[in-house]
């Protein structure tokens, strides 16, 4: 599959990486900070850093997922404020990177450093449909918990 991708900056591609795969078995590319200067973010601070490209996704059979640096993650505590963004198919704006430090420490975000990466993932549309009662299953109602702790 073809995916479009903009530049939105002249820095993609020269001074900082274009969205790229890291290895052959890579489910997803990485994102740089398309900042001019360093950023320090603040524990508990939250900012909206710019990756300087915009996307088409081709179809609404798909869509893109930005998904958290497991290193950044796991090192210095840099998550996405929401978790896991996601990119409609017919959303053609620039890809756009809330990011919150959940660490102890100021992080300083580099120009051209990676900071998330995109995932393109299948999607299904659902029709949905009202009813007055769901089908019995084994777990029925049960929530948080109710499978038990192994």
Request: proline share 7%; net charge neutral; hydrophobic share 35%.
């Amino acid at each position: 599959m073809q995916v479009k991708i903009k530049k939105l900056s002249e820095k993609i591609g020269k001074e900082f990486k274009a969205p790229t795969y890291a290895t052959k078995g890579s489910a997803g590319c990485d994102l740089v900070a398309c900042i001019d200067k360093p950023i320090t973010l603040k524990p508990g601070e939250i900012m909206k850093i710019p990756t300087g490209i915009a996307i088409q996704i081709p179809s609404p059979a798909y869509a893109g997922f930005i998904f958290p640096r497991s290193g950044l993650s796991s090192k210095h505590g840099i998550n996405l404020v929401n978790c896991v963004g996601v990119i409609d198919s017919d959303y053609t704006g620039e890809i756009i990177c809330p990011v919150q430090n959940n660490g102890s420490e100021p992080y300083i975000i580099e120009p051209g450093e990676r900071i998330a990466q995109l995932v393109i993932m299948p999607i299904v549309q659902v029709d949905f449909v009202w009813v007055e009662e769901l089908d019995e299953t084994e777990r029925g109602a049960g929530g948080f918990g109710s499978t038990g702790k192994k």
